[in-house]
């Protein structure tokens, strides 16, 4: 099994809400209410906690309101890195409708400054003369006080461990993130348009998006496009896949299981076919109900057998003049 650390540097308490109609301008009474630990990194490390990895969780959480996370984590069975702030982690309030319409409510996220970025990378320098580790994830968006030159000197220094690294943000943020070339990045078609210049909206521009990513240093260059599924493009070449077609409950955390899936599959050196049919079929496991995939489910074999995976070209040169 791979020891993964997962860094989220602005993770959020979800405060969902079920409610029959949401209407503004009043009272409205919930048929539940969940505050849950959350935030991109932690979604990830709880998919690959549950595939029976070991999983660090770092990032920044707020010293006031840590409780949840810290349950969240012993329940896991992963270990807490994260680097203590002052204040409260965000809260993130989720209104999902009967009809499936969700309405997200996001805080703006704790401030951090230049001295406790400087502590969370010697907190997962000190986990890494623990015991090494197979790969840093880096996940989700940044907070406060962050800025984008010290998110990319963050990110040159976890390269420079040598670890190899898998980045998955959006915004200037991934803008940054591609800059500093890491093992592999995880954009969605409306997240990679802005850095390829173009609205990803058919299947021949998303190929040549993500060829075009590989080529600018990415390992790993994973284009998720929700149902539409996955190109990916490495070394070894170009994939395609396609997910099953499942009744779509809740979206939220199909990424995150999506590389965690990936993850899993490339850490446990299944081949590449082997690798994105398990994250695409434990994606869109995920989307059938509130939270990350479950590789358990009792028609995880049908999922994995209806998800279509295509090798698109051999190698990234192949193909390239069509
Ligand atoms: P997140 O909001 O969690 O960051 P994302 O926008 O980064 O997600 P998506 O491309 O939406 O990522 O979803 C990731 C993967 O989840 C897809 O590649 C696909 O395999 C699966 N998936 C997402 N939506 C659906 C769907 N409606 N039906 C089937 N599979 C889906
Ligand atoms: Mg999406
Ligand atoms: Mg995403």
Redesign the pocket.
Known sequence: MARVITVTLNPALDLAFDLEELTLGTVNRPRNAQLEAAG?GV?VARVLASLGHHVVVSGFLGCDNDGPFQRAFTQLGVTDAFVRVPGETRINAKLAEKSGRVTDINGPGIGVDATQVAALLNSIKQQLNNEPADAILVAGSLPPGLSLTSFATLLTELKATGVPLWV?T?GEALLCAIEAAPEAV??????LANWAGEALDNHAKRVSATRRLYQAGIGQAL????????IWVNAKGTWQ??????Q?AN?????????AGMLHGVLSQQSDEETLRF??????E??RHVGVGNALADDFAVLLQH?QVQRLYASRTEGTSQ
């Open positions: 991109k979604n998955d959006s995880k954009p969605n078609e409306l997240e284009l998720s496009a929700g149902a539409d599924g996955v896949s396609t997910p099953p077609r499942v779509t979206t939220v955390g199909a990424g995150d299981t999506f590389v994250a695409t079929a434990l994606s869109a995920s989307v998800t």
